[in-house]
């Protein structure tokens, strides 16, 4: 991989493989179109659709970001949201294996070692959705002494940092959301157990730290630290090997 556009391609490929609900003939922008358009939002860091429609549109119809993007047809935001809101946020998630993956390949990942050889993975939860009215059967709730509710969406969205690097490798996220069959909500600490278990052979490189906050201290997310380590290891998400993880937080650290 040399450098951002291949990193724009991986991106490309992927959306344009994404499932599309349409029926009818109606089919003037692509699903990669949508996708384009969307994560131009988020990486021109523009405040809405709206600014990151006209930042596209902008200088005779072929603007930087249309060029960064190699984008067709740009999209209105109620197609964006009509195309894109159908399709599960996993379909996406080969985006990151890829762009890991060669990282890996390339030795870039090297690169992000620091004391003793580990690699460093910061697990945090973050919230991407809030609102006291907005709200679907995916929101997580907080109760307020006041008998309102908050609606939130959040999500474990863990990263290989190291020190003195400015950049972080984003890793598979996690979304903390109701579970089937459990009786309370969804945790942090249970959706980085699930993290674990969906991607600890995958990111294990057999010396690995994982950094969090206090959460992360706890004894049942240490143990499944452990036991995650005894049965995973190497870049693909069938193998096994037996080398060992650390997990640290600020308040405990929960070493082998
Ligand atoms: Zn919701």
């Known amino acids: 991989m040399e450098g951002f556009d ?18 009818g003939s109606n089919t003037q922008y ?7 358009v969307a994560f131009s939002v988020f990486f021109m860091q523009n405040s809405s659709f709206l600014a990151a429609q006209r930042a596209m549109q902008e200088s005779k119809g072929r603007s930087n970001a249309g060029t960064l993007f190699k984008t067709g047809a740009i999209p209105t935001d109620n197609h964006v949201r009509s195309l894109l ?13 890829r762009i890991h993956a060669a990282m890996r390949a390339q ?10 050889g580990t690699q460093l993975i910061a697990l945090d939860g973050t919230w991407h959705h809030s609102s006291s009215k907005v709200h679907c059967k995916n929101c997580s709730t907080r109760q ?25 490798i984003a890793l598979r996220p996690e979304f903390i959301v109701p579970q089937d069959g459990a009786g309370k909500q969804d945790c942090e600490t249970n959706a980085a157990k699930r993290w674990l278990a969906a991607n600890g052979a995958f990111c294990h490189t057999g010396n690995d730290t994982l950094l969090g906050d206090d959460l992360y201290s706890r004894q049942p997310f240490c143990r499944k630290v452990t036991t995650t380590s005894s049965s995973s290891a190497s870049p693909t998400r069938t193998s096994t090997s037996t080398n060992g993880w650390t997990s640290s937080s600020p308040a405990q650290a929960c070493t082998r």
């Open 6 to 23: 291949q990193i724009i391609d991986e991106l490309r490929h992927t959306l344009a493989l994404l499932p599309d609900k349409r029926t």
């Open 30 to 36: 692509s699903m990669q179109d949508a996708g384009l």
């Open 85 to 97: 809101d159908p399709v599960e946020p996993k379909a996406l998630f080969p985006v990151y294996d």
């Open 107 to 116: 030795g870039v990942l090297d690169g992000f070692r620091c004391v003793g």
């Open 144 to 168: 307020h002494k006041n008998g309102s509710i908050t609606y939130h969406h959040s999500a474990i969205t863990p990263v290989v940092v190291a020190p003195g690097r400015s950049q972080a």
